[in-house]
């Protein structure tokens, strides 16, 4: 089963999807740095191994056309192996073995230790934590569970990704120390549900408790909160979040719509009045605090006038971030067993039609910015500007600051305060103070 012939081959990790691949990308990489290979990411290798995505069509389809590059790229020698782990790799397995049969080997979400030997290398149990981070080295994700325990009938994630596991405190507390000790200072805590941690392993919520360990781990000094979920959300986080300054006033927690109906269908565990009392609560506990969400249009029985519901809604609530995704009919779901009734082409609209309103309402919140100062964090140079972040914004989904290199000069993973002179709808212009 060794492959004998990767010793120095250089390995090349293809990340597709979300920060959890990366996360899982990231974690490879340090084992197979650890037993002596020479492993890059997303750069030419003689060996490639695409972490790829299976969630929704679109990212199936990215992922299946990245696979086919790499074959038609081993075809004309310029790579030698293709190796395919990751979501599609999970769930698509037998089929994409019959129709890519090109590739040399495809493994599960759950493969590391079999997938590493077929790359000469060894799992290293004692590796818990390390890893070679592909982000900025400012700022890293941390992942503090895996798998979802959640029957949301949309979602094919537990399929491919397995039942709930939280990671000890203990283990992530060493981790986000290794990652501090490495110049890590701004923690991103993802999972697939981020607010049912705990609830395996120490039988109740512990998301909280997590919390306040984290803070306690010097240089790190943001911490940002993803992946929050609805029903059940532990309301200690909140004043956790409030009363600690390390946390950024941030939260994302996708909702996905507003109409009762469509989230009983959607098994979300709630309803339109108990999602509004939670954004109360989380406006009263924290006033300033930034709300990104995420939504889907087009689900099966979302009539004109339930579309309505949820604009009109997002009008009320003014969310400080929004995404919105198409509904996408995937098999082995229980919504595969309803009528996808809604034509793409109007879940096409609906998105645009979603992201318009979320447009004009972004433009809104950032005038109200200028001549306020915030804290930001600045991720790289980008022509004539310095680009950094707010507390308020995560990286490469939400909002940034711009401020001119012409008279300044900023070190890339440094904070600096920064008073905002104009404002469009994404995008903020600041001078630093
Ligand atoms: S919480 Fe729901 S939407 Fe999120 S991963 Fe779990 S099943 Fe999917």
Aim: glycine share 6%.
């Amino acid at each position: 089963m060794r492959t004998k012939s990767t010793g120095k081959k250089k390995i090349n990790i293809v990340t597709l999807g979300c920060s959890k691949n990366i996360y899982d990308s990231e974690v490879l990489m340090g084992q197979l740095e650890a037993s002596g290979k020479r492993v890059v990411h997303e750069e030419r290798g003689d060996i490639v191994v695409i972490n790829t995505c299976g969630f929704i069509e679109n990212a199936k389809e990215e992922s299946i056309n990245t696979i086919l590059d790499f074959v038609e790229a081993k075809k004309r020698g310029e790579v030698e192996k293709v190796f395919v782990t990751g979501c599609l790799s999970e769930r698509y397995k037998p089929d994409l073995m019959k129709e890519i049969p090109d590739v040399d080997q495809y493994f599960g979400t759950r493969d590391l230790p079999i997938l590493l030997k077929h790359l000469g290398a060894d799992y290293k149990h004692e590796l818990i934590g390390e890893r070679l981070t592909t982000t900025p080295k400012h700022y890293a994700y941390l992942k503090i569970s895996e798998g979802c325990d959640r029957p949301c009938s949309f979602c094919a994630i537990p399929l491919m990704r397995g039942k709930h596991i939280s990671v000890p405190i203990e283990n992530l507390v060493l981790e986000t120390q290794k990652l501090a000790k490495k110049g890590t200072k701004e923690l991103i805590l993802i999972a697939q549900d981020l607010t049912y941690y705990g609830l395996d392993i120490y039988k109740r919520r512990a998301l909280g408790d997590l919390l306040k360990a984290l803070t306690k781990v010097d240089g790190i000094e943001w911490i940002r909160l993803h992946y929050a979920f609805p029903s059940g959300f532990p309301e200690d986080v909140l004043d956790t979040i409030r009363t600690e300054p390390k946390i950024c006033n941030y939260i994302d927690i996708p909702l996905q719509h507003i109409n009762s109906e469509i989230l009983k269908s959607m098994k979300r565990g709630t309803n339109r009045e108990k999602t509004n009392a939670l954004l109360d609560k989380f406006r009263e506990k924290i006033p300033n605090v930034a709300i990104r969400t995420t939504l889907i249009v087009g689900y099966p029985g979302e009539t004109e006038e339930k579309f309505l519901e949820l604009k009109d809604w997002i009008k009320e609530q003014k969310f400080d971030r929004l995404g919105c995704f198409a509904y996408s009919h995937e098999e082995n779901t229980s919504a595969y067993d309803l009528k996808d009734d809604v034509t793409q082409s109007v879940k096409e609209r609906r998105v645009s039609e979603i992201m318009e309103i979320q447009a004009q309402i972004s433009w809104e919140k950032n005038q109200e910015k200028i001549g306020k100062i915030f804290r930001c964090i600045f991720d790289r140079k980008e022509g004539n500007y310095f680009v950094g972040r707010t507390e308020f914004d995560s990286p490469d989904v939400d909002n940034t600051v711009l401020v001119s290199a012409e008279n300044t000069y900023i070190s890339i993973g440094e904070f600096a305060n920064v008073k905002i002179i104009s404002a469009e709808e994404f995008d903020l212009y600041g001078v630093v103070l």
